[in-house]
Nanobody, 124 residues
């Protein structure tokens, strides 16, 4: 599956952005989907994940209550609504797809396909 992330940009602290990840090539609903981020000089970190039918969602503690992951299987698109953004949310955000759900949704090595990343910059 090919993944194309979009929606990043620059915003002031407290603002909002909505990221999208368009999938093509395979049946989108067959994949667990996740968002990860990586800031300069830091390791990649888990942000959020969602199961195939959207029935379960998982979040990193740092974004819980502020970010919402969702998916539209009919449109083969994954979303990340980000509210109350903070400067520490500044990073490149990547969407990823996992064919075989092992329960380790927080582990980037479980994911088989990755998008190209979209930059989010939050200024104070």
């Amino acid at each position: 599956v090919q993944l194309q992330a979009s929606g990043g940009g620059s915003v002031q602290a407290g603002g909002s952005l909505r990221l999208a990840c368009a999938a093509s090539g395979r049946t989108f609903s067959n994949y667990i989907m996740g968002w990860f981020r990586q800031a300069p000089g830091k390791e990649r970190e888990f942000v959020a994940a969602i199961t195939r039918n959207g029935g379960s969602t998982y979040y990193a503690d740092s974004v819980k209550g502020r970010f919402t992951i969702s998916r539209d299987n009919a449109k083969s698109t994954l979303y990340l609504q980000m509210n109350s953004l903070r400067p520490e949310d500044t990073a490149a955000y990547y969407c990823a797809a996992d064919r075989n759900y092992s329960g380790r949704y927080y582990n980037g090595y479980e994911y088989d396909y990755w998008g190209q990343g979209t930059q989010v910059t939050v200024s104070s």
